[in-house]
């Protein structure tokens, strides 16, 4: 499996960025699907999932109601729109796939992308 992160980018507070994670090798309908965030100097934090079926979604309290995660079967992609960004989002997103989900959290993913960098600039 593997998973290719893209759309980061450059953009002042309170502007919106959609990124994408393109899913090979297995369909996104097989793993339970999230989001993390490393910001410089900083451990790697979590910030959104999906379940496997679509059904649920969970967020980190810090992006409640800014962030969404939703994802496209037929193009096995899973996406994270950001909107009303801070520059406290500043990070490299990492989506990753499988391990064990729960409210606020996606445990032990067992597959990870490259990343993508996001700047917010204020």
């Known amino acids: 499996v593997q998973l290719q992160a893209s759309g980061g980018g450059l953009v002042q507070a309170g502007g919106s960025l959609r990124l994408s994670c393109a899913v090979s090798?297995?369909?996104?309908?097989?793993?339970?699907m999230g989001w993390f965030r490393q910001a410089p100097g900083k451990e790697r934090e979590f910030v959104a999932a999906?379940?496997?079926?679509?059904?649920?979604?969970t967020y980190a309290d810090s992006v409640k109601g800014r962030f969404a995660i939703s994802k496209d079967i037929a193009k096995n992609t899973v996406y994270l729109q950001m909107n009303s960004l801070k520059p406290e989002d500043t990070a490299v997103y990492y989506c990753?796939?499988?391990?064990?989900?729960?409210?606020?959290?996606?445990?032990?993913?067992?597959?990870w992308g490259q990343g993508t960098q996001v700047t917010v600039s204020s």
């Open positions: 999906i379940t496997w079926g679509g059904l649920s979604t």
């Open positions: 990753a796939a499988g391990g064990s989900y729960s409210y606020g959290d996606l445990k032990s993913p067992n597959y």
């Open positions: 090798g297995r369909t996104i309908n097989s793993y339970h």
